[in-house]
């Protein structure tokens, strides 16, 4: 059984190419579910730049000053939006979901953010979950769980979780800017998940 196909890409990047690309692949992806009888298409929401004339994609996390917040105005009603209404009915169109990942660099990254997304467009368009995501930005898994399942809003899931290292998220916080690889000094990392069993000697394997 196939649970999903997945196009992980930035449909609305400022970079005209990669935006075409992902645009491109997103659409054809729909289309080849539909015809597999495969019911969801996995994907990012995409980011933005700060204007029509921006080269690279611009993530605002923080509402002061005040230009960040003008900027995410901008990006959710002239970009995010208007794209996302047009995906949801060519997916509605087909038969098939769309589950965006909450992903951190991505305009949607929260359950608040794929809601408001959500009642803009279609009901086609949902979470797919991956709690590893949700883990380093403070959000419980299970929480967000609880909420996006009461609206109807998780279309995939996605098994991945995340290490949390209290020293290095005083010394980085949690938007650290470290390469994955560096595991010892990075504020979280990553993880597989993988059942625990106690064994007789008292060790875990």
């Not at 579910?33 to 690279?56: E, H, I, P, R, Y």
């Amino acid at each position: 059984m196939i649970s999903a196909f997945s196009c992980h890409n930035n449909p609305i990047s400022p970079d005209k190419e990669e935006a075409r690309q992902g645009d491109e692949i997103l659409r054809k992806s729909i289309k080849l579910a539909s015809l597999m009888g495969v019911q969801v298409v996995n994907t990012f929401s995409g980011t933005a730049g700060d204007s029509d004339d921006a080269k690279a994609p611009n993530w605002p996390i923080t509402p002061w000053p005040t230009v960040y917040s003008d900027i995410l105005t901008w990006q959710w009603e002239q970009k995010l939006i208007p794209y996302w209404k047009e995906i949801g009915k060519l997916a509605e169109e087909h038969g098939v979901k769309i589950g965006i990942e909450l992903h951190g660099g991505f305009l949607c990254h929260t359950p608040y953010t794929i809601l408001k997304l959500r009642e803009a467009t279609c009901d086609a368009i949902g979470a797919n979950l991956d709690p590893s995501h949700l883990w380093w930005q403070g959000i419980d898994p299970v929480g967000a769980i609880k909420i996006l399942g009461k609206a109807g809003a998780i279309h995939h899931f996605h098994a991945k979780d995340t290490y949390l290292d209290q020293d290095n998220i005083n010394m980085y916080g949690l938007t650290d800017m470290q390469p994955y690889g560096d595991v010892q000094t990075r504020a979280w990392t990553f993880r597989s998940v993988a059942a625990a069993t106690a064994c007789p000697n008292g060790r875990i394997s």
